[in-house]
T-cell receptor, first 113, second 114 residues
Framework: DQQVKQNSPSLSVQEGRISILNCDYTNSMFDYFLWYKKYPAEGPTFLISISSIKDKNEDGRFTVFLNKSAKHLSLHIVPSQPGDSAVYFC????????????FGQGTILTVHP | GAVVSQHPSRVICKSGTSVKIECRSLDFQATTMFWYRQFPKQSLMLMATSNEGSKATYEQGVEKDKFLINHASLTLSTLTVTSAHPEDSSFYICSGGASEYEQYFGPGTRLTVT
């Protein structure tokens, strides 16, 4: 049972354009969402997070949007840079499970110069 | 952000042997740490929650006798893969956090069982 889903395995974007990565979840107990960036053979690095009491959080080029009614969140990267090329995971946490994250399958982002 | 280290970064072992992976929080104390594994082209799957001073909590389908977890101090958790088999070959990642939801990941350990 995949509680967090990233339905696009890959995304290709031109440098300077917007990258939009999507994530859906099914567990209504999730109340905190995070995006991580991961390079091969490395651990994930934290990018940005959002609490369920908000619908938008922005940090530099990264903005995360949360639509609770649709159980959907998205990560926008503007402008995209070649260095952004990596695997992006969304993760969700909630309920009484301290720090326990449920990850999506990941989306491979490729930003072309 | 906080720093989590893992050792070794890569290990190759023969089938039937045991391998220990260490996860250390370098600049914070973690009463709880988490162990994940990642298969190629798949998501990170939570294996177990490591609790300092008490037994680990394993996710459904994870054999606790095969994946031994010890969290003897506030800065160190170890995962021992016992009697390793080729299907245990994977990328193992730990995480820890100084506060709820603030999880920092180690660089991962690539285990190859021959």
């Amino acid at each position: 049972d995949q509680q967090v889903k990233q339905n696009s395995p890959s995304l290709s974007v031109q440098e300077g354009r917007i990258s939009i990565l999507n994530c859906d979840y099914t567990n209504s107990m999730f109340d905190y969402f995070l995006w991580y960036k991961k390079y091969p053979a490395e651990g994930p690095t934290f990018l940005i997070s959002i609490s369920s009491i908000k619908d938008k959080n922005e940090d530099g080029r990264f903005t995360v949007f949360l639509n609770k009614s649709a159980k959907h969140l998205s990560l926008h990267i503007v402008p995209s840079q070649p260095g952004d090329s990596a695997v992006y995971f969304c993760a969700a946490a909630g309920g009484t499970s301290y720090g326990k994250l449920t990850f999506g399958q990941g989306t491979i982002l490729t930003v072309h110069p | 952000g906080a720093v989590v280290s893992q050792h070794p970064s890569r290990v190759i072992c023969k089938s039937g042997t045991s391998v220990k992976i260490e996860c250390r929080s370098l600049d914070f104390q973690a009463t709880t740490m988490f162990w994940y594994r990642q298969f190629p082209k798949q998501s990170l799957m939570l294996m177990a929650t490591s609790n300092e001073g008490s037994k680990a909590t394993y996710e459904q389908g994870v054999e606790k006798d095969k994946f031994l977890i010890n969290h003897a101090s506030l800065t160190l958790s170890t995962l021992t893969v016992t009697s390793a088999h080729p299907e245990d070959s994977s990328f193992y990642i730990c995480s820890g956090g100084a506060s709820e939801y603030e999880q920092y990941f180690g660089p991962g350990t690539r285990l190859t069982v021959t």
